[in-house]
């Protein structure tokens, strides 16, 4: 019987969701600061040859007009102010080596071109996918002598948009072949597996009803090229995890924990799904 009604209750949900209309891209292009382009539709990588989506779209594309306005000036964006933390944390001598970030990597400008873009990535020297973020705490615990950052609170977010920054407009291009095809398998499983009383997947709002109205607001694809995000309904900036997190809850399920191997290898799945869009974070989505 609680099956019966958990399997009515999803039909329910997702039925609200497509008895709406879709929204159409309106083909508007991304330029930031009248000069940085971002690509915000690509043709779809060709792992995802059998999800019926042909061309990728950047979570930009399903957003107002008001909101997009303000990813496309840096003056306007509210996220800058996570950077400029990053920036000063960058230059910041801590922990019991008497390092900083700029003490090994000089300029964050020219040593981090390019590194957003290629993570979650295998590190072979610890045998195992990493994320931006526990590259980051690596460095600091075993570079620096310094505390880890919590993983997904401002410190961490901070840092992680002053990296991105310096791919913006660079193609996403995660690996997912080699060492890393069994973590990027977990977490395409993942990716489809229902979740919680809703018995809803990612699959299920992001590949399935991507475009529908749900609780008046546009699904997307689910890219995660722009994170970390700032949302204007948090206030504040929202790291990879815990907008993983947030869904999961969403179908009223228990959640894995920010950093997790699993979430760490649907983020590898995930990031994998936008390869060829543009480094787009810090980004402002509703």
């Known amino acids: 019987m609680r099956k019966v009604l958990q ?19 309106d083909g508007a292009d991304l330029v930031i600061n009248g000069e940085i382009e971002i690509t915000v539709r690509a043709p779809a990588p060709a792992h995802m040859g059998d999800t019926g989506i042909d061309t990728i779209l950047s979570g930009w594309v399903f957003r107002s007009d008001e909101t997009r306005q303000l990813e496309m000036d840096d003056f306007d964006n509210p996220a800058f102010l996570a950077v400029d ?9 801590e922990g019991t080596e008497g390092k900083s970030c700029a003490t090994c990597h000089g300029d964050v400008e020219e040593s981090m071109a390019g590194v957003r873009a290629v993570y979650p990535r295998w590190n072979e020297e610890a045998g195992e996918v990493r994320t931006l973020a526990g590259q980051i705490n690596d ?16 410190d961490m977010t901070a840092m992680e948009a002053l990296i ?9 291009n995660v690996a997912i072949d080699g060492p890393a095809a069994d973590a990027w398998a977990q977490g395409q499983e993942l990716y489809y597996t229902r979740f919680g009383q809703l018995e809803l ?40 995890h815990n907008r993983f997190r947030g869904c999961i809850r969403d179908t009223r399920a228990e959640t894995f924990a920010v950093g997790s191997p699993e979430f760490v290898a649907l983020e590898l799945y995930v990031a994998s799904r936008g390869n060829g869009l543009s480094v787009e974070g810090p980004s402002v989505r509703p």
């Open 7 to 25: 399997r009515t209750v999803a039909a329910m949900a997702l039925g609200s969701i497509a008895s709406i209309a879709m929204a159409q891209d």
């Open 85 to 93: 933390q990053g920036i000063e944390a960058w230059n910041t001598v």
């Open 139 to 154: 460095c600091r615990t075993n570079q620096m002598g310094a505390d880890a950052y919590a993983y997904d609170k401002s």
């Open 164 to 172: 991105s920054v310096q791919s913006r407009g660079m193609p996403v």
């Open 201 to 240: 997947s990612c699959a299920n709002c992001h590949e399935e009803n991507y475009g529908n109205y749900i609780r008046a607001d546009h699904l997307s694809q689910g890219q995660i090229n722009g994170f970390p995000t700032y949302r204007l309904k948090n206030a504040g900036l929202v790291q990879t």
